[in-house]
Every structure is written in structure tokens, then in C-alpha cells.
């Protein structure tokens, strides 16, 4: 039996997994696996704008039965947060359509602290994370001393407190540095944790349910739609991606299965989700980087700014070695690819599109070898510079609602995307809106 679609970013992030996910979920089992709320998901349904964080993006679906699942760090009030602000906005949440693992992991207030801290003492060598205390509570769980979201329901005060007191005494070299901060003896890093913890998860309680529960069973029923949804993206991936510059899990397509408890014999589909150019948060080596007017016209044109934190996203040109090399991996069967209007209107103002097809070596003394090219990410990335096939001007894609009336070159751009990838481009986004999707 195969009735999972899984759904992965392939680049650095935000290339709109939230959009695809949305999409394809109806009358579906949804999950997401991995990650915490330095995700932002955003969808746009009907005109109306969501910005999700810890939740499935197929919650604002009526019928659907979403799951946050093991692999997924919370950060408690967040996720509270988010369930009052779509509920306000007539969106409904119930422990009905809405599970909460006990296996997941709990973001407390110290791990923020540590993050913070811990990035600042990091100097220029800083990772530029989100500062959400999404690795310093991975950190915990890998040293298994973290807290999780069934202990809201399983310890009581005593164990809750006694844990929290292991956690201080283990870390308490760290919190001397907080000689200012509330979490600077074990009473009050006690008091301050556990309050946090009460106050958000007795909110949270009614949602908490062992989630085998309903995946084992819905993994046998072939009438049952599951889809799984990925948060950040394969280059971010703490084993394959641009090592150190990545996040503290595992958003490949077989970390995301693994977060969520599924085995890889159950996908039937494997969507890898990308932007018709790259993008990127934080630090780390970008090849097709824009440092110039082209950088920030994708920007604006995109609207490339954080769904978490506002921060101005780095821009450059569809980069296919990376591409390529992120679809074998992951073992992708089909491409999902957004802001091909976007790139049509970068194309119309400066006259061409630029796509990344190799990779050369900079030179580097006497071991430079002249011409040197490879199409595959190297380890040494940063130390390679971009070989780029050019398309003449741009294209417009307004009023289209099928491939044949998508401009010429427009379509002679996705055919040489999946000629060079050797993977079919099913979904293509021509706007921003679930409604502006072309199946091709």
C-alpha cells in the first residue's frame, strides 16, 4: 500500500511547501514531522492571507485531521498563540482535527536564552539562527534530558521540577554568564520553567494524543490521503546540507519520514518544492547570490522577507547543480515550482534569466586546474563559482490557467529545468494565491 505524499523543500527554505501542502490536502491525514517555529508557512486561500509556524497548513481545510508530530520541537506558547489567532479568524481547531504527539519536544524559555546567548558567543562565526531555541533543545533531546509534551500529562510536579533541576545542574557553567537573569540560581530557573510550562500546557492538554494511534491504521487504508509536510529545506539538513550554516534536524525526505513514523515503503508521491530562483536566511555559501539592483529586484518582486522574522531574504539566480544533486537525494518524482510569474517579471525589466548549470573551481595557486567544472555540490561549495545558461527577457503570466497558455518561453524554461533534472515539474505557482496553480 502506497497513499503518503511527501512534501520537502529542495533549496533553503520558503520556497512555499505550506502552498503545495495546502493544496493537495482534502479530506486528508496531515503531518508535520520536523522542525519548530523557525518554520513560517504562508497560504493564501481564497484571498484571505495565513501565517503558520507549528501548524499543518492544511488545518485551515475543513475535513482534514492534522498532527504535529515526534520529530517537531514546540515551543508551547507559540503553538497557543497560533491556535487562538486562526480560530479568531473563523478557522476551527479541535482535539477532533488537531493532535499534539506526546513524543514531540518542548521548547522551554531557557533553551531561547541559550540560543541567544550561545549565537552571540559564536562571534563572526555565528550561524545566524532564528534565536527561536530550536538547536538547544535538539541539543537536549540528543543528550536525552529534554522534556517532552506527554510529560505535560504523564509526570507530575515532582518529576517536572525534578528534571528541570537536572537540566540546570548540567548546564550550570552556561547560566554563570546570566549573572542578571532570573535563571542564575536553580530556584528560579525552576520556578520561571515550570510556570511556563504549566500555563501552556494545560491549554494544550485536550490536544495531546499518542499519534500511532491514527497513523498506523490510516498507513493500511488506501481510501486514506496522507500528506506529510516538510518544514525548512534539504540544504538546511544536518547531515547532507551546508554544514555548519543548517538547522538542528533533518528536513530531507527521509528525516521527515522518520520525524513523522512512516516508512519510505508507504510514499507514493515525493514532491520537492522550489522557487523559479534560490533564496536564502542566515549565513552560509550561496553560489548564485545577487549582491546588485538584479538581488533586490527579486526581493521586492517576490516579497522576499521571513515569515518568522521579517528578515530581508538573499537573492540570486535558480541554481540547478544544487537542485539536481537535492532531487537524487531525496529521490524526488516530481518538482513543484512557485514564482514562475515572479521570474517572468524579473526577466521583462533586465532583459534575461540567468540559470545556474555548473559549477567551476576558483582558482586556487598552482593546484587550479583551468576549466575545471562539476555538476554536483561539492563539500567546499563556497569555493566554486557559477557556470549560468542565459533566457533572453521575461514573460508574463497573467490570466493563464493552463500550461498551453503559459508564454513560449516561459514553458521552454520549465521543459529545460526538467531535461536537465530528469523529474517532471507537476505544480507550477504563477501567483500567490492556491488558485493561481497550474497543473501541468
Not at 490521503?225 to 533533518?250: C, H, K, M, R, W
Amino acid at each position: 500500500m502506497s497513499n503518503v505524499t511527501l512534501i520537502v523543500g529542495l533549496q533553503w527554505g520558503d520556497e512555499g511547501k505550506g502552498r503545495v501542502s495546502h493544496y493537495v490536502s482534502n479530506d486528508a491525514l496531515c503531518i508535520r514531522s520536523t522542525g519548530g517555529n523557525n518554520a513560517g508557512h504562508t497560504v493564501v486561500a481564497n484571498g484571505k492571507k495565513f501565517a503558520l509556524h507549528l501548524l499543518p497548513s492544511a488545518i485551515i481545510k475543513p475535513n482534514n485531521v492534522c498532527i504535529i508530530a515526534a520529530g517537531v520541537v514546540v515551543d508551547i506558547k507559540v503553538l497557543c498563540e497560533e491556535i487562538n489567532t486562526l480560530q479568531k479568524a473563523g478557522v476551527k481547531i479541535t482535539p477532533m482535527n488537531l493532535i499534539l504527539s506526546p513524543r514531540a519536544q518542548i521548547i522551554c524559555p531557557y533553551h531561547i536564552e541559550m540560543d541567544k546567548l550561545q549565537e552571540m558567543r559564536k562571534g563572526d562565526k555565528k550561524v545566524g539562527t532564528t534565536l527561536r531555541g530550536i538547536g538547544p533543545c535538539y541539543a537536549e533531546k540528543a543528550n536525552r534530558t529534554n522534556l517532552r509534551i506527554g510529560d505535560l500529562i504523564y509526570k507530575s510536579e515532582y518529576e517536572i521540577k525534578a528534571q528541570l533541576h537536572l537540566i540546570w545542574e548540567l548546564n550550570r557553567k552556561t547560566y554563570d554568564f546570566y549573572s542578571d537573569s532570573c535563571f542564575c540560581t536553580p530556584a528560579n530557573f525552576i520556578k520561571e520553567n515550570f510556570e511556563y510550562l504549566s500555563t501552556y500546557g494545560n491549554a494544550l492538554k485536550a490536544f495531546i494524543k499518542d499519534e500511532r494511534s491514527v497513523i498506523l491504521p490510516a498507513l493500511e487504508d488506501d481510501n486514506t490521503n496522507i500528506v506529510v509536510e516538510g518544514a525548512q529545506a534539504f540544504y538546511l539538513d544536518l547531515e547532507q546540507g551546508d554544514y555548519p550554516y543548517v538547522t538542528s534536524s533533518y528536513p530531507s525526505s527521509c528525516g521527515t519520514l522518520a520525524g513523522a513514523g512512516i516508512g519510505p515503503k508507504y510514499v507514493k508521491n515525493n514532491y520537492g518544492v522550489i522557487k523559479a530562483y534560490c533564496s536564502r536566511v542566515g549565513e552560509g555559501p550561496f553560489n548564485t547570490e545577487l549582491f546588485d539592483e538584479v538581488g533586490n529586484l527579486i526581493r521586492e518582486l517576490g516579497h522576499e522577507y521571513g515569515t518568522t522574522t521579517g528578515r530581508p531574504r538573499r537573492c540570486g539566480w535558480l541554481d540547478l547543480v544544487r537542485l539536481n544533486t537535492a532531487i537524487k537525494i531525496n529521490g524526488i518524482t516530481a518538482l513543484c515550482l512557485n514564482h514562475l510569474d515572479t521570474i517572468g517579471k524579473v526577466g521583462l525589466q533586465v532583459g534575461y534569466i540567468n540559470v545556474c548549470i555548473g559549477y567551476q573551481k576558483l582558482p586556487q595557486g598552482r593546484s587550479f586546474v583551468a576549466n575545471q567544472e562539476i555538476t554536483y555540490v561539492p563539500v567546499d561549495a563556497d569555493k566554486y563559482t557559477p557556470v549560468y545558461k542565459t533566457f533572453q527577457d521575461g514573460w508574463d503570466t497573467t490570466g493563464c490557467t493552463s500550461y498551453d497558455q503559459l508564454p513560449a518561453n516561459a514553458k521552454e524554461f520549465i521543459e529545460f529545468i526538467e531535461e536537465y533534472t530528469s523529474t517532471p515539474i507537476k505544480f507550477i505557482g504563477i501567483g500567490p494565491d492556491e488558485k493561481d496553480t497550474i497543473i501541468k
